[in-house]
């Protein structure tokens, strides 16, 4: 299938070249192949434009920025989406201004731009409730979770977490619910409710397992694995994030592995094992130099300095 996006492209065959791209999207985000992904959405998004589609020109835009987001090209990401809410807005198509405004929020929250983010996904719920589009507005709900509490708005996070997960429960989404959860979790875990945020990312876990979504699986036990060690279960916390590395490591997500192996790192650590602390939060700072994440990597080399304090007091 990419290499008849490729031809079809090559010979003038613009229609076969804007349209495929587009159905494939969900499969490369499912399987995470996301060369292939970029790849065949910028001949969609090049194709659009030399027929002057400009529907199917911002949903290119759209497929593309949530690709680039997936391999942290936030900025390209954040023009795309920009984009794409720009010709919605002219083209009058409110249903899906209000998608490309959510997908802008989770773009910008990536990139720690979080007022930015809490307006975007709160215009793009607004649009969906207006719209009567209860799943995407249990999305838009979804994000603007994310970015209220890295904006350290908790209470708000939590509620915002609570509904999206609620509508996604009504709709029939398991996946997405088990996303929800996962979100509420962590927003729990800041206001140090350990037992309910363990709760909420054990649901979550449960629900990757039984949709199949290994990396979701990955991303459940990391979150779970934080949630325990706050709640000084140790011993728990460490299987949980040695089971996310090598979840992370199987599915090709480098980041996300540095992240867990940075977690596994502090959990060892609280457990006086720091000879494995020491080698867990070096491994994690070299993935994230290696993946160009230095606010990340000044983290993991901070607790790499404190498990040899430790050891050595």
């Not at 409110?94 to 910008?108: C, F, M, Q, S, V």
């Given at each position: ?43 969609s998004l090049a194709a659009a434009r030399r ?5 199917r020109e911002g949903d290119a835009q759209t497929i593309l ?249």
């Amino acid at each position: 299938l990419v290499a008849a996006v490729t031809m079809a492209a090559a010979t003038g065959r613009d229609h076969a070249a804007m349209r495929l791209p587009l159905l494939l999207a969900e499969y490369f985000e499912w399987r995470r192949r996301f060369d292939d992904w970029i790849a065949t959405t910028t001949a969609s998004l090049a194709a659009a434009r030399r027929l002057g589609d400009r529907r199917r020109e911002g949903d290119a835009q759209t497929i593309l920025g949530n690709a680039l987001r997936h391999v942290r090209r936030f900025d390209e990401a954040i023009t795309a989406h920009q984009d794409a809410a720009a010709i919605y807005q002219q083209t009058g198509d409110r249903h899906r201004e209000g998608t490309a405004l959510n997908n802008l929020g989770l773009a910008l929250a990536e990139a720690r731009r979080f007022d930015e983010a809490i307006t975007a996904c709160q215009d793009a719920a607004a649009i969906h409730r207006e719209t009567s589009d209860r799943h995407r507005e249990g999305s838009a709900l979804n994000n603007l979770g994310i970015a209220l509490r890295e904006a350290r708005r908790f209470d708000e996070a939590i509620t915002a977490c609570q509904d999206a997960a609620a509508i996604y429960r009504e709709t029939g989404d398991r996946h997405r619910e088990g996303m929800a959860l996962g979100n509420l979790g962590l927003a729990l875990r800041r206001v140090r409710r350990f037992d309910e945020a363990i709760t909420a990312h054990q649901e979550d876990l449960a629900i990757c397992r039984e949709t199949g979504d290994l990396h979701g699986e990955g991303m459940a036990l990391n979150n779970l694995g934080s949630a325990l060690a706050e709640a000084r279960r140790f011993d728990e916390a460490i299987t949980a994030h040695q089971d996310a590395a090598a979840i992370y490591q199987e599915t090709g997500d480098r980041h996300r592995e540095g992240t867990a192996l940075n977690n596994l790192g502090l959990a060892l650590a609280e457990a006086r094992r720091f000879d494995e602390a020491i080698t867990a939060c070096q491994d994690a700072a070299a993935i994230f130099g290696e993946t160009g994440d230095d606010y990340s990597e000044s983290v993991a080399l901070r607790n790499l300095q404190e498990a040899r304090a430790a050891q050595q007091a």
